[in-house]
């Protein structure tokens, strides 16, 4: 993965207003931090940052004065309605050093006519160079049939990565697919614990096509 420059400006203010003032200009307070040096608070380009993680694990050269911080994305936290970024925590990396990171699982090819493949984990953890982290971990589906199974121990790593997880980690699962009467079943069965009652149907003039009415019946049996 390229590494992405991103020019940076200490920050001095700290506090929800100097947070809002920074965010009105466009900017995201953030902090770097690791390796036992102390923080380095500072604002970065909102919109800069924003195109640089759309990948979660992207390899950020930080520029601040002089000095540049090579780092990657701890935790960002963003507005839960509008998106944009709040504030970003970033690990300082040295080259050559291994980190653990949480890697997209990216599904390949199909499975079976009638299958339903499951991603039980989006998401994989590995032991990856910090100069070396992987976008993703493709896994084949091709021909997979009903009770396949993928587990982490079956991935195909990229060179230099490890699993960080346990190997018997269920990546996907492939069930049969549900058939229509499957899922009706499960629709009343839902509709009934929410205490849903459907409408029974009617016919063309507006009657039960369950039973006739008391007049119908009694018409019958004149002559």
């Excluded at 080259?95 to 994989?124: F, H, I, S, W, Y």
Aim: proline letters at 5%.
């Amino acid at each position: 993965m390229a590494e992405i420059t991103i020019p940076a400006e200490p920050r001095t203010e700290f506090g929800k207003g100097a947070a809002r003032r920074i965010r009105r200009a466009d900017q995201v307070p953030a902090v770097l931090y690791g390796h036992g040096t102390d923080p380095v608070h500072v604002t970065l380009p909102g919109h800069t940052l924003m195109l640089a993680l759309k990948n979660s694990n992207a390899l950020l050269s930080i520029e601040v004065g002089s000095e540049s911080h090579l780092a990657i994305p701890k935790q960002v936290q963003r507005d839960p309605l509008k998106g944009f970024i709040e504030h970003a925590d970033l690990l300082i990396v040295k080259r050559g050093e291994k980190v653990v990171v949480d890697v997209a699982v990216q599904l390949e090819g199909e499975a079976q006519p009638e299958t339903l493949v499951v991603l039980e984990n989006a998401t994989v953890s590995l032991e990856v160079e910090a100069t070396h982290i992987p976008e993703s971990v493709e896994v084949s589906i091709e021909g997979l049939e009903v009770g396949a199974q993928v587990l982490a121990s079956d991935l195909a790593l990229p060179s230099g990565a490890a699993l960080a997880v346990e190997e018997d980690l269920l990546v996907v699962n492939v069930t049969a697919a549900p058939t229509a009467a499957d899922i009706e079943a499960e629709l009343e069965e839902a509709e009934a614990e929410a205490g849903i009652e459907r409408d029974e149907p009617e016919d063309a003039e507006g009657e039960s096509i369950e039973g006739e009415s008391e007049g119908d019946a009694e018409g019958d049996t004149e002559s």
